[in-house]
């Protein structure tokens, strides 16, 4: 009786040394707002990514955090357990260099900041904004030139400025962009960032950006358009004057040079 006893105990003992092993360990926490993502490095040094509550690691869901305490109730077989948050350096298993990042990291980014969508965004704001610019600039030109066109060939020019635009920005939202793009962003930045940036965008705070960032952008193109051409008209007009000095540097040396006519 006691040895069976015993052996009952030891098995206990073995199951409850072997949960405590697989526990995951909290390793991180991303704050945005009223929203969490959380990193746990499993027994192997594997390191999740970043997770909401719901998700699960392992064995184990991510029930509720408990900001006061930086604990995170963790959910195995209707067990509830709490991990504490610790440092990098207490995690013995913890990975040592960063992870590499794919494309498939990269496109799944792309998939949660809305990519195409807001480069289009992005491309009908800049359009609204440069049309303007070119229309006075080309009105600037003509008027140098001393000339008027006809009301045929406005038409003609106006069709040619908008085709020549969606000709430029194109490239910006084509397939051969958004490869490279994705290439780059895979080289650049690394799983963790990466996965730190779907973390962030899959967050309202994150969409509110997408959303947003269009008409954010096109408000400060109007602000610093003007400026930029108020400095540039400046900046004309004093390279106007130092060639003016230059020419009539160059005008006044010649004429010493030249030589005197004879008697």
């Known amino acids: 009786m006691k040895l069976r006893l015993a052996l009952f105990l030891a098995l206990l003992s073995a199951v409850a040394l072997r949960a405590a092993d697989d526990l995951p360990v909290f390793n991180a926490i991303l704050a945005m707002g009223k929203e969490q993502r959380f990193v ?12 909401k509550l719901g998700d699960v690691f392992g064995e184990y869901r991510l029930k509720a955090y408990d900001a006061k305490a930086a604990g995170l109730d963790l959910e195995r077989d209707g067990k509830i357990t709490r991990v504490t948050l610790v ?33 289009n965004k992005m491309l009908d704001a800049q359009k609204k904004t440069m049309g303007p610019i070119m229309q006075q600039s080309v009105a600037q030109s003509l008027a140098r030139m001393n000339m008027t066109l006809s009301e045929e060939e406005k038409s003609q020019l106006s069709a040619l400025q908008g085709k020549v635009m969606d000709e430029t920005l194109g490239v910006i939202t084509g397939p051969e962009m958004r490869a ?10 690394t799983k963790e960032d990466l996965n730190s ?56 040396g010649g004429a010493a040079a030249a030589p005197a006519p004879n008697p």
């Open 40 to 51: 746990l490095v499993g027994p192997g040094g594997k390191s999740s990514s970043w997770l």
């Open 197 to 252: 940036m779907a973390a962030f965008y899959s967050t309202p705070g994150g969409q509110a950006l997408i959303d947003k960032q269009p008409e954010a952008q096109q408000k400060m193109m109007t602000v610093m358009m003007p400026m930029i051409m108020k400095n540039q008209q400046g900046a004309q007009q004093k390279l106007a004057t130092f060639m003016t000095g230059v020419m009539t540097k160059h005008a006044a």
């Open 180 to 189: 490279a793009m994705a290439k780059i962003y895979s080289e650049v930045f």
């Open 87 to 119: 440092a990098d350096a207490a995690i013995a298993n913890a990975p040592l260099a960063p992870t590499p990042a794919t494309l498939a990291d990269a496109e799944e980014v792309f998939r949660l900041m809305r990519f195409d969508e807001m480069m």
